[in-house]
């Protein structure tokens, strides 16, 4: 019997793929090494996205800040949640800041959604809210806080 070749490996996708010459393993390593560069590119643009993360989360959770983003809220979550509860359904609101009553800015909007159904209304407030100020003398103050003041007329 003469000598016999062994019938050609195959794999379940077809024939087995021919062996790898000596000069491949170069590309190889040179693929090895920009998949290794790629990802220490990628962690170097992960690392500080992930340190700056971890520090607004624990800055947020020091202040009990419930929204997000670089920029802090104008009013801290306890002042929004005094005004809440004392916020009955269908009354109505008024700010006063250093800045003056009723001041339509920013922070007023902000407040304004946050206290969402009641409104503001500056004529005739059912609460007042004094924020950075202080309340004037007499009125009758039913709920304060760091920096602010709730008062029913």
Known sequence: ????EDPPRRTLNGP???????GASGSSKLRS?????ALLVAL????????????????HRRLALRDSGRIPPPFPERLVMAARRELAAGETWS?????GACVRDEPMYWLAFRLMPNTADCSEPDVAI?????????????????SFFLVRP
């Open 1 to 4: 019997m003469g000598d016999r």
């Open 16 to 22: 087995a793929a021919p062996a790898t010459s000596p």
């Open 33 to 37: 090494i920009a998949g290794l560069l």
């Open 44 to 59: 170097g643009f992960l690392v500080p996205t992930l340190v700056d993360l971890a520090e607004e989360t624990t800055e």
């Open 95 to 99: 700010l006063h800041t250093a800045s």
């Open 130 to 146: 004094y924020w950075g100020v202080d309340a004037p003398d007499g009125s009758r103050v039913v709920r304060t806080g760091r």
